[in-house]
Protein backbone atom coordinates (compact mmCIF):
# COMPACT_ATOMS: atom_id res chain seq x y z
CA UNK A 1 0.00 0.00 0.00
CA UNK A 2 2.70 2.53 0.86
CA UNK A 3 4.76 1.60 -2.42
CA UNK A 4 1.14 2.33 -4.39
CA UNK A 5 1.06 5.47 -2.95
CA UNK A 6 4.68 6.29 -3.65
CA UNK A 7 4.28 5.42 -6.87
CA UNK A 8 1.22 7.49 -7.08
CA UNK A 9 2.68 10.06 -6.10
CA UNK A 10 5.86 10.51 -8.23
CA UNK A 11 3.26 10.10 -11.38
CA UNK A 12 1.33 13.10 -10.61
CA UNK A 13 5.05 14.36 -9.98
CA UNK A 14 5.84 13.05 -13.44
CA UNK A 15 2.70 15.08 -15.09
CA UNK A 16 3.64 18.08 -13.15
CA UNK A 17 7.23 18.17 -14.62
CA UNK A 18 5.25 17.57 -18.10
CA UNK A 19 3.58 20.87 -17.82
CA UNK A 20 5.95 22.31 -20.04
CA UNK A 21 4.95 20.81 -22.65
CA UNK A 22 3.21 22.33 -25.99
CA UNK A 23 1.69 20.00 -28.29
CA UNK A 24 0.28 20.62 -31.86
CA UNK A 25 -1.80 18.27 -33.67
CA UNK A 26 -3.54 19.80 -36.38
CA UNK A 27 -0.27 21.89 -37.80
CA UNK A 28 -0.03 23.17 -40.91
CA UNK A 29 2.89 23.00 -43.48
CA UNK A 30 2.60 24.21 -47.12
CA UNK A 31 5.00 24.55 -50.11
CA UNK A 32 4.92 26.14 -53.07
CA UNK A 33 7.01 26.03 -56.56
CA UNK A 34 6.66 28.51 -58.90
CA UNK A 35 7.75 27.95 -62.66
CA UNK A 36 6.91 29.73 -65.72
CA UNK A 37 5.26 26.62 -66.67
CA UNK A 38 3.62 25.72 -63.70
CA UNK A 39 2.68 26.44 -60.18
CA UNK A 40 2.96 23.53 -57.52
CA UNK A 41 0.90 24.02 -54.13
CA UNK A 42 0.12 21.62 -51.38
CA UNK A 43 -1.47 21.46 -47.68
CA UNK A 44 -0.73 19.12 -44.94
CA UNK A 45 -2.91 20.34 -42.51
CA UNK A 46 -2.00 17.04 -40.17
CA UNK A 47 1.68 17.99 -38.95
CA UNK A 48 2.34 17.23 -35.35
CA UNK A 49 4.89 19.00 -33.29
CA UNK A 50 6.03 19.53 -29.47
CA UNK A 51 7.69 22.07 -28.01
CA UNK A 52 9.26 21.57 -24.56
CA UNK A 53 9.47 25.26 -23.08
CA UNK A 54 11.90 23.75 -20.41
CA UNK A 55 15.24 23.58 -22.35
CA UNK A 56 13.11 24.88 -25.79
CA UNK A 57 13.68 21.84 -27.59
CA UNK A 58 11.43 21.36 -30.71
CA UNK A 59 9.74 18.23 -32.63
CA UNK A 60 7.87 18.25 -36.08
CA UNK A 61 6.39 15.42 -37.32
CA UNK A 62 4.56 15.13 -40.80
CA UNK A 63 3.12 12.29 -43.28
CA UNK A 64 4.36 13.01 -46.64
CA UNK A 65 0.77 11.20 -47.99
CA UNK A 66 -0.78 13.80 -45.87
CA UNK A 67 0.01 16.64 -48.19
CA UNK A 68 -2.83 17.83 -50.34
CA UNK A 69 -2.64 18.66 -54.16
CA UNK A 70 -5.59 20.05 -55.89
CA UNK A 71 -4.60 18.31 -58.79
CA UNK A 72 -5.02 14.64 -57.50
CA UNK A 73 -2.32 13.07 -60.22
CA UNK A 74 0.55 15.72 -59.19
CA UNK A 75 -0.22 14.44 -55.47
CA UNK A 76 -0.03 10.61 -56.77
CA UNK A 77 3.38 11.18 -58.31
CA UNK A 78 4.55 13.48 -55.59
CA UNK A 79 4.15 10.46 -53.33
CA UNK A 80 5.36 7.66 -55.98
CA UNK A 81 7.85 9.50 -57.87
CA UNK A 82 9.36 11.88 -56.45
CA UNK A 83 9.22 11.64 -52.33
CA UNK A 84 8.38 7.93 -52.65
CA UNK A 85 6.19 7.95 -49.61
CA UNK A 86 6.03 4.12 -49.19
CA UNK A 87 10.11 4.14 -48.41
CA UNK A 88 10.13 6.92 -46.50
CA UNK A 89 6.27 7.66 -45.28
CA UNK A 90 7.17 10.82 -42.98
CA UNK A 91 9.41 13.93 -42.97
CA UNK A 92 10.79 15.12 -39.32
CA UNK A 93 12.68 18.00 -37.76
CA UNK A 94 14.11 18.04 -34.46
CA UNK A 95 16.14 21.00 -32.78
CA UNK A 96 16.48 23.35 -30.58
CA UNK A 97 14.92 27.28 -30.26
CA UNK A 98 19.05 29.16 -30.07
CA UNK A 99 17.60 32.39 -28.43
CA UNK A 100 17.28 32.06 -24.79
CA UNK A 101 13.58 32.84 -23.67
CA UNK A 102 10.82 31.46 -21.77
CA UNK A 103 7.89 30.94 -23.88
CA UNK A 104 5.60 30.50 -21.26
CA UNK A 105 5.56 34.10 -20.97
CA UNK A 106 2.87 36.16 -23.25
CA UNK A 107 4.73 37.85 -26.18
CA UNK A 108 6.25 37.81 -29.67
CA UNK A 109 9.24 36.55 -29.95
CA UNK A 110 11.86 36.21 -32.61
CA UNK A 111 13.39 32.64 -33.05
CA UNK A 112 15.75 30.51 -34.37
CA UNK A 113 15.59 26.69 -34.43
CA UNK A 114 18.70 24.84 -35.42
CA UNK A 115 18.50 21.49 -35.85
CA UNK A 116 17.95 18.66 -38.58
CA UNK A 117 15.46 17.59 -41.04
CA UNK A 118 14.74 13.96 -42.30
CA UNK A 119 12.82 14.39 -46.10
CA UNK A 120 13.07 11.62 -48.06
CA UNK A 121 15.34 9.35 -45.85
CA UNK A 122 17.79 12.01 -45.71
CA UNK A 123 18.68 13.86 -42.73
CA UNK A 124 20.69 17.46 -42.84
CA UNK A 125 21.25 20.01 -40.83
CA UNK A 126 19.10 22.68 -40.84
CA UNK A 127 18.39 26.16 -39.31
CA UNK A 128 14.84 27.97 -39.51
CA UNK A 129 14.17 31.38 -38.97
CA UNK A 130 10.57 32.07 -37.33
CA UNK A 131 8.26 33.38 -35.18
CA UNK A 132 6.16 32.61 -31.99
CA UNK A 133 3.33 34.61 -30.29
CA UNK A 134 2.51 33.15 -27.05
CA UNK A 135 -0.37 33.71 -24.95
CA UNK A 136 1.32 31.36 -21.67
CA UNK A 137 -1.88 28.94 -22.55
CA UNK A 138 -1.12 28.19 -26.49
CA UNK A 139 2.11 29.18 -28.97
CA UNK A 140 1.78 30.24 -32.60
CA UNK A 141 5.21 29.39 -34.79
CA UNK A 142 5.09 30.54 -38.52
CA UNK A 143 7.92 30.38 -40.18
CA UNK A 144 9.41 30.09 -43.78
CA UNK A 145 12.23 28.19 -45.40
CA UNK A 146 13.58 26.87 -48.68
CA UNK A 147 14.45 23.90 -49.06
CA UNK A 148 16.86 22.62 -52.16
CA UNK A 149 15.29 19.21 -53.85
CA UNK A 150 19.15 17.70 -54.50
CA UNK A 151 19.95 18.22 -50.83
CA UNK A 152 17.44 15.45 -50.17
CA UNK A 153 18.32 13.81 -53.39
CA UNK A 154 14.77 14.00 -54.50
CA UNK A 155 15.39 13.48 -58.75
CA UNK A 156 13.14 15.28 -60.88
CA UNK A 157 13.20 13.88 -64.75
CA UNK A 158 14.92 15.99 -67.31
CA UNK A 159 11.30 15.98 -68.97
CA UNK A 160 9.50 17.12 -66.52
CA UNK A 161 12.35 19.42 -65.00
CA UNK A 162 11.14 22.77 -66.52
CA UNK A 163 7.98 22.43 -64.24
CA UNK A 164 9.18 22.17 -61.16
CA UNK A 165 11.50 24.32 -59.19
CA UNK A 166 14.69 23.32 -57.92
CA UNK A 167 14.06 25.33 -54.91
CA UNK A 168 10.95 24.82 -52.97
CA UNK A 169 9.54 27.60 -50.81
CA UNK A 170 8.09 26.40 -47.48
CA UNK A 171 5.34 27.68 -45.06
CA UNK A 172 4.57 26.47 -41.84
CA UNK A 173 1.96 27.79 -38.98
CA UNK A 174 1.72 25.76 -36.25
CA UNK A 175 -0.97 26.23 -32.70
CA UNK A 176 0.17 24.73 -30.06
CA UNK A 177 -1.71 23.70 -26.55
CA UNK A 178 0.02 23.16 -22.97
CA UNK A 179 -0.40 20.13 -22.01
CA UNK B 1 10.93 -2.73 -5.08
CA UNK B 2 14.13 -0.32 -4.57
CA UNK B 3 14.81 -0.93 -8.29
CA UNK B 4 11.53 -0.13 -9.18
CA UNK B 5 11.29 3.18 -7.12
CA UNK B 6 14.97 4.14 -8.60
CA UNK B 7 13.36 3.42 -12.14
CA UNK B 8 10.11 5.61 -11.81
CA UNK B 9 12.40 8.11 -9.95
CA UNK B 10 14.59 7.91 -13.37
CA UNK B 11 11.69 8.19 -15.58
CA UNK B 12 10.66 11.55 -13.30
CA UNK B 13 13.96 12.77 -14.09
CA UNK B 14 13.77 12.11 -17.84
CA UNK B 15 10.18 13.86 -18.02
CA UNK B 16 12.22 16.91 -17.02
CA UNK B 17 14.67 17.11 -19.36
CA UNK B 18 12.43 15.59 -22.63
CA UNK B 19 14.97 16.65 -25.20
CA UNK B 20 14.39 16.30 -28.97
CA UNK B 21 15.01 12.63 -29.35
CA UNK B 22 12.39 11.72 -27.52
CA UNK B 23 9.43 14.40 -28.37
CA UNK B 24 10.07 13.12 -31.51
CA UNK B 25 9.21 9.82 -30.26
CA UNK B 26 6.41 10.79 -28.90
CA UNK B 27 5.10 12.39 -32.37
CA UNK B 28 5.59 9.18 -33.90
CA UNK B 29 3.95 6.78 -31.49
CA UNK B 30 1.01 9.41 -31.65
CA UNK B 31 1.34 9.00 -35.67
CA UNK B 32 1.29 5.11 -35.55
CA UNK B 33 -2.29 5.62 -34.20
CA UNK B 34 -3.19 7.44 -37.16
CA UNK B 35 -4.96 4.74 -40.62
CA UNK B 36 -2.47 4.29 -43.25
CA UNK B 37 -4.52 3.98 -46.57
CA UNK B 38 -2.75 2.18 -49.26
CA UNK B 39 -2.14 4.59 -52.27
CA UNK B 40 -1.45 3.84 -55.97
CA UNK B 41 -2.29 -0.08 -56.32
CA UNK B 42 -2.22 0.97 -59.88
CA UNK B 43 -1.24 3.26 -62.25
CA UNK B 44 -4.48 3.52 -64.01
CA UNK B 45 -8.15 3.11 -63.66
CA UNK B 46 -7.97 0.40 -66.36
CA UNK B 47 -5.43 -2.64 -66.84
CA UNK B 48 -5.01 -2.97 -70.86
CA UNK B 49 -9.14 -3.73 -71.36
CA UNK B 50 -10.17 -4.56 -68.13
CA UNK B 51 -10.97 -2.16 -65.03
CA UNK B 52 -8.55 -1.76 -62.05
CA UNK B 53 -9.67 -0.61 -58.58
CA UNK B 54 -8.48 2.79 -59.14
CA UNK B 55 -11.34 5.48 -59.37
CA UNK B 56 -10.55 9.25 -60.53
CA UNK B 57 -10.38 11.86 -58.17
CA UNK B 58 -13.22 14.54 -57.12
CA UNK B 59 -13.60 16.50 -59.86
CA UNK B 60 -11.40 15.21 -62.27
CA UNK B 61 -11.61 14.18 -65.84
CA UNK B 62 -10.08 11.38 -67.62
CA UNK B 63 -9.59 11.14 -71.37
CA UNK B 64 -9.38 7.66 -73.45
CA UNK B 65 -8.03 7.34 -76.58
CA UNK B 66 -7.84 3.51 -77.11
CA UNK B 67 -6.23 1.89 -80.44
CA UNK B 68 -6.78 -1.55 -81.43
CA UNK B 69 -4.40 -2.48 -84.88
CA UNK B 70 -5.30 -5.48 -86.88
CA UNK B 71 -3.76 -8.55 -86.07
CA UNK B 72 -0.18 -9.47 -86.87
CA UNK B 73 -0.81 -12.60 -88.82
CA UNK B 74 -2.84 -10.36 -91.02
CA UNK B 75 -0.25 -10.43 -93.45
CA UNK B 76 2.60 -7.58 -94.35
CA UNK B 77 2.02 -6.78 -97.87
CA UNK B 78 -2.02 -6.57 -97.35
CA UNK B 79 -1.95 -5.33 -93.66
CA UNK B 80 1.18 -4.53 -92.88
CA UNK B 81 1.27 -6.35 -89.76
CA UNK B 82 -2.34 -4.90 -89.10
CA UNK B 83 -1.51 -1.39 -88.93
CA UNK B 84 -3.38 -0.65 -91.61
CA UNK B 85 -6.62 -1.18 -90.12
CA UNK B 86 -7.47 0.76 -86.37
CA UNK B 87 -10.21 0.07 -84.37
CA UNK B 88 -10.90 3.40 -82.07
CA UNK B 89 -12.41 3.38 -78.52
CA UNK B 90 -13.14 6.96 -77.05
CA UNK B 91 -13.92 7.56 -73.37
CA UNK B 92 -14.25 9.95 -71.00
CA UNK B 93 -14.75 9.15 -66.88
CA UNK B 94 -15.45 11.92 -64.12
CA UNK B 95 -14.56 11.30 -60.31
CA UNK B 96 -18.19 12.51 -58.51
CA UNK B 97 -16.29 11.52 -55.14
CA UNK B 98 -12.95 10.41 -54.39
CA UNK B 99 -14.67 6.86 -54.73
CA UNK B 100 -17.36 6.96 -57.36
CA UNK B 101 -16.67 7.60 -61.04
CA UNK B 102 -19.14 7.99 -63.93
CA UNK B 103 -17.73 7.22 -67.51
CA UNK B 104 -18.89 6.35 -70.72
CA UNK B 105 -17.32 5.51 -74.20
CA UNK B 106 -17.81 5.32 -77.79
CA UNK B 107 -16.53 2.05 -79.57
CA UNK B 108 -15.64 1.00 -83.64
CA UNK B 109 -16.64 -2.56 -82.79
CA UNK B 110 -20.28 -3.22 -83.59
CA UNK B 111 -20.59 0.77 -82.97
CA UNK B 112 -21.29 0.22 -79.12
CA UNK B 113 -22.00 3.35 -77.00
CA UNK B 114 -20.72 1.91 -73.12
CA UNK B 115 -22.01 3.52 -69.75
CA UNK B 116 -20.19 2.64 -67.01
CA UNK B 117 -20.04 3.44 -63.15
CA UNK B 118 -17.43 2.48 -60.38
CA UNK B 119 -17.50 2.80 -56.83
CA UNK B 120 -14.52 1.64 -54.44
CA UNK B 121 -16.39 0.02 -51.21
CA UNK B 122 -13.08 -0.70 -49.29
CA UNK B 123 -9.94 0.65 -49.40
CA UNK B 124 -6.67 -1.14 -48.10
CA UNK B 125 -5.01 0.13 -45.30
CA UNK B 126 -2.74 -1.39 -42.43
CA UNK B 127 -6.18 -2.47 -41.03
CA UNK B 128 -7.71 -3.76 -44.28
CA UNK B 129 -5.77 -6.02 -46.22
CA UNK B 130 -7.81 -5.15 -49.86
CA UNK B 131 -9.00 -3.05 -51.83
CA UNK B 132 -12.95 -3.65 -53.56
CA UNK B 133 -14.45 -1.89 -56.03
CA UNK B 134 -17.99 -2.30 -57.65
CA UNK B 135 -18.10 -2.11 -61.12
CA UNK B 136 -21.20 -2.07 -63.68
CA UNK B 137 -21.67 -0.83 -67.05
CA UNK B 138 -24.35 -0.88 -69.84
CA UNK B 139 -23.62 -1.44 -73.24
CA UNK B 140 -25.64 -0.38 -76.84
CA UNK B 141 -25.14 -1.75 -79.53
CA UNK B 142 -26.03 0.80 -82.46
CA UNK B 143 -25.11 -1.92 -85.74
CA UNK B 144 -27.94 -2.17 -88.63
CA UNK B 145 -29.35 -5.83 -87.73
CA UNK B 146 -28.43 -8.22 -89.35
CA UNK B 147 -25.44 -7.87 -89.52
CA UNK B 148 -22.46 -11.02 -89.27
CA UNK B 149 -20.24 -11.57 -86.17
CA UNK B 150 -16.83 -12.56 -86.36
CA UNK B 151 -18.30 -16.18 -85.14
CA UNK B 152 -19.96 -16.14 -88.93
CA UNK B 153 -23.56 -16.14 -87.04
CA UNK B 154 -25.86 -12.77 -87.85
CA UNK B 155 -26.87 -10.72 -85.47
CA UNK B 156 -30.71 -9.78 -85.89
CA UNK B 157 -32.36 -7.13 -83.83
CA UNK B 158 -36.72 -6.80 -83.61
CA UNK B 159 -36.02 -4.14 -80.82
CA UNK B 160 -33.73 -1.61 -78.64
CA UNK B 161 -33.74 -4.02 -75.68
CA UNK B 162 -32.24 -6.71 -77.78
CA UNK B 163 -29.12 -4.44 -78.29
CA UNK B 164 -28.37 -4.03 -74.47
CA UNK B 165 -25.64 -6.37 -72.66
CA UNK B 166 -25.42 -5.46 -68.99
CA UNK B 167 -21.90 -6.59 -67.19
CA UNK B 168 -21.56 -6.97 -63.00
CA UNK B 169 -17.85 -7.62 -61.55
CA UNK B 170 -16.51 -7.34 -57.95
CA UNK B 171 -12.92 -6.09 -58.41
CA UNK B 172 -10.58 -6.92 -55.38
CA UNK B 173 -7.06 -6.07 -55.64
CA UNK B 174 -4.05 -6.05 -53.18
CA UNK B 175 -0.96 -3.97 -53.53
CA UNK B 176 1.15 -6.22 -51.95
CA UNK B 177 5.04 -4.46 -52.38
CA UNK B 178 5.42 -0.67 -53.65
CA UNK B 179 6.24 -2.65 -57.03
CA UNK B 180 3.63 -5.85 -57.57
CA UNK B 181 -0.43 -5.62 -57.50
CA UNK B 182 -2.43 -8.48 -57.64
CA UNK B 183 -6.24 -8.44 -58.84
CA UNK B 184 -8.78 -10.91 -59.15
CA UNK B 185 -12.51 -9.79 -60.70
CA UNK B 186 -15.32 -12.24 -60.82
CA UNK B 187 -17.57 -11.35 -63.92
CA UNK B 188 -21.26 -11.87 -64.87
CA UNK B 189 -21.86 -10.48 -68.04
CA UNK B 190 -26.02 -10.66 -69.69
CA UNK B 191 -26.68 -9.92 -73.39
CA UNK B 192 -30.73 -9.72 -74.11
CA UNK B 193 -29.63 -10.91 -77.12
CA UNK B 194 -27.93 -13.83 -78.17
CA UNK B 195 -26.27 -14.73 -81.50
CA UNK B 196 -27.72 -18.22 -81.41
CA UNK B 197 -30.48 -20.66 -79.58
CA UNK B 198 -26.86 -22.78 -78.15
CA UNK B 199 -25.55 -19.22 -76.53
CA UNK B 200 -26.55 -18.46 -72.85
CA UNK B 201 -27.79 -15.53 -72.02
CA UNK B 202 -25.30 -15.19 -68.71
CA UNK B 203 -21.74 -15.28 -69.47
CA UNK B 204 -19.34 -15.88 -65.83
CA UNK B 205 -16.24 -15.34 -65.81
CA UNK B 206 -12.94 -15.08 -63.84
CA UNK B 207 -10.75 -12.00 -64.98
CA UNK B 208 -7.10 -12.01 -62.52
CA UNK B 209 -4.29 -8.79 -63.64
CA UNK B 210 -1.20 -7.72 -61.72
CA UNK B 211 1.11 -5.20 -62.58
CA UNK B 212 4.99 -4.89 -61.72
CA UNK B 213 6.72 -1.59 -61.83
CA UNK B 214 9.92 -1.81 -63.75
CA UNK B 215 10.36 1.92 -62.74
CA UNK B 216 8.75 4.62 -60.95
CA UNK B 217 6.99 5.81 -63.91
CA UNK B 218 7.48 2.58 -66.50
CA UNK B 219 5.51 -0.73 -65.17
CA UNK B 220 4.43 -4.07 -66.70
CA UNK B 221 0.79 -5.60 -66.47
CA UNK B 222 -1.40 -8.17 -67.64
CA UNK B 223 -4.48 -9.80 -67.58
CA UNK B 224 -6.69 -12.91 -68.27
CA UNK B 225 -10.05 -13.63 -68.18
CA UNK B 226 -11.65 -17.15 -67.93
CA UNK B 227 -14.56 -17.46 -69.34
CA UNK B 228 -16.44 -20.26 -67.70
CA UNK B 229 -18.36 -22.08 -70.44
CA UNK B 230 -19.21 -25.69 -71.06
CA UNK B 231 -17.54 -26.13 -74.76
CA UNK B 232 -18.00 -29.97 -74.78
CA UNK B 233 -21.84 -29.39 -74.43
CA UNK B 234 -21.77 -26.65 -76.72
CA UNK B 235 -19.96 -28.57 -79.10
CA UNK B 236 -22.52 -31.52 -78.80
CA UNK B 237 -25.75 -29.79 -78.98
CA UNK B 238 -24.92 -27.09 -81.88
CA UNK B 239 -22.20 -29.76 -83.96
CA UNK B 240 -19.65 -26.91 -83.90
CA UNK B 241 -16.88 -25.19 -81.47
CA UNK B 242 -17.65 -22.96 -79.60
CA UNK B 243 -16.21 -19.78 -81.30
CA UNK B 244 -14.46 -17.34 -78.62
CA UNK B 245 -11.63 -17.74 -76.81
CA UNK B 246 -10.51 -16.39 -73.31
CA UNK B 247 -9.05 -13.01 -73.38
CA UNK B 248 -4.84 -12.72 -72.34
CA UNK B 249 -3.54 -9.09 -72.87
CA UNK B 250 0.09 -8.16 -71.46
CA UNK B 251 2.01 -4.46 -71.93
CA UNK B 252 3.58 -1.69 -70.25
CA UNK B 253 2.06 1.30 -68.41
CA UNK B 254 4.55 4.77 -69.23
CA UNK B 255 3.74 7.65 -67.15
CA UNK B 256 4.22 10.94 -67.94
CA UNK B 257 3.24 13.87 -66.51
CA UNK B 258 -0.74 14.45 -66.45
CA UNK B 259 -0.50 11.29 -69.26
CA UNK B 260 -0.60 7.58 -69.19
CA UNK B 261 0.40 5.82 -72.09
CA UNK B 262 -0.52 2.17 -72.43
CA UNK B 263 1.11 -0.14 -75.25
CA UNK B 264 0.18 -3.56 -75.34
CA UNK B 265 -0.38 -6.72 -77.05
CA UNK B 266 -3.80 -9.06 -76.98
CA UNK B 267 -5.52 -11.37 -78.71
CA UNK B 268 -8.68 -9.53 -78.25
CA UNK B 269 -9.87 -6.63 -80.49
CA UNK B 270 -12.55 -5.31 -78.14
CA UNK B 271 -11.90 -2.76 -75.40
CA UNK B 272 -15.39 -3.37 -73.72
CA UNK B 273 -16.26 -6.34 -71.44
CA UNK B 274 -18.65 -7.23 -73.82
CA UNK B 275 -16.49 -7.74 -76.68
CA UNK B 276 -12.82 -8.71 -75.03
CA UNK B 277 -14.78 -11.62 -72.45
CA UNK B 278 -17.39 -12.33 -74.63
CA UNK B 279 -16.43 -12.29 -78.39
CA UNK B 280 -12.96 -12.40 -78.69
CA UNK B 281 -12.48 -15.10 -81.62
CA UNK B 282 -8.36 -14.84 -81.69
CA UNK B 283 -5.68 -17.33 -79.79
CA UNK B 284 -2.48 -16.22 -78.68
CA UNK B 285 -1.39 -19.95 -80.04
CA UNK B 286 -2.51 -18.97 -83.51
CA UNK B 287 -0.78 -15.38 -83.41
CA UNK B 288 -3.87 -13.65 -83.87
CA UNK B 289 -2.44 -10.63 -81.80
CA UNK B 290 -3.96 -7.47 -81.61
CA UNK B 291 -0.99 -4.32 -81.11
CA UNK B 292 -2.52 -1.43 -79.21
CA UNK B 293 -2.10 1.39 -77.28
CA UNK B 294 -4.37 3.48 -74.74
CA UNK B 295 -3.50 7.10 -73.56
CA UNK B 296 -5.32 8.60 -70.45
CA UNK B 297 -4.98 12.70 -70.14
CA UNK B 298 -6.38 13.83 -66.82
CA UNK B 299 -7.63 16.90 -66.18
CA UNK B 300 -8.12 18.51 -62.88
CA UNK B 301 -11.06 20.90 -62.21
CA UNK B 302 -10.31 20.84 -58.13
CA UNK B 303 -9.80 25.17 -58.03
CA UNK B 304 -6.46 25.86 -56.63
CA UNK B 305 -5.57 26.21 -52.73
CA UNK B 306 -4.27 29.86 -53.17
CA UNK B 307 -7.76 30.87 -54.95
CA UNK B 308 -9.55 29.46 -52.10
CA UNK B 309 -7.86 31.21 -49.55
Not at chain 1, 87 to 114: C, H, M, N, Q
Not at chain 2, 108 to 119: A, G, M, Q, R
Request: with cysteine; charged share 20%; aromatic share 12%.
Amino acid sequence: MRHLIVVFALIILGFQANGQLYMAQNGEVSFFSKTPLEDIDALNKQVGSIINTDNNEVAVQMRVTSFVFPNKLMQEHFNENYLESDKFPSATFKGKIREVIDLKVPGTYAVTAVGTATIHGITRPIEIKGNVVSTGDQLTLSCQFDIKLVDYKIDIPKIVFAKIAEVIRVSSKINYVKK
Amino acid sequence: MKVKILFLFGMLYASQILGQDDLLNMLNQEDAKKITYTQATFKGTRFINGQTVETVAKKHLNFWISHRFGALNSGFIDNFLGLDEAKIRLGMEYGLSDVWLVGMGRSTIEKTYDFYSKYKVLRQSNEMPITLTMYGSLATNTMPTGYILPSGNIMRYENNLQRQTYMGQILIARKFTDKLSLQIMPTILHNNKVESVYFDNNLYALGMGGRYKLTNRLSLSAEYYKNIVDTKTFLKTSGAAYPYQDSFSIGFDIETGGHVFQLHFTNSKGMIEKHFIGQTTGTWANTDIFYGFNLARTFSFEPDQKNKQ
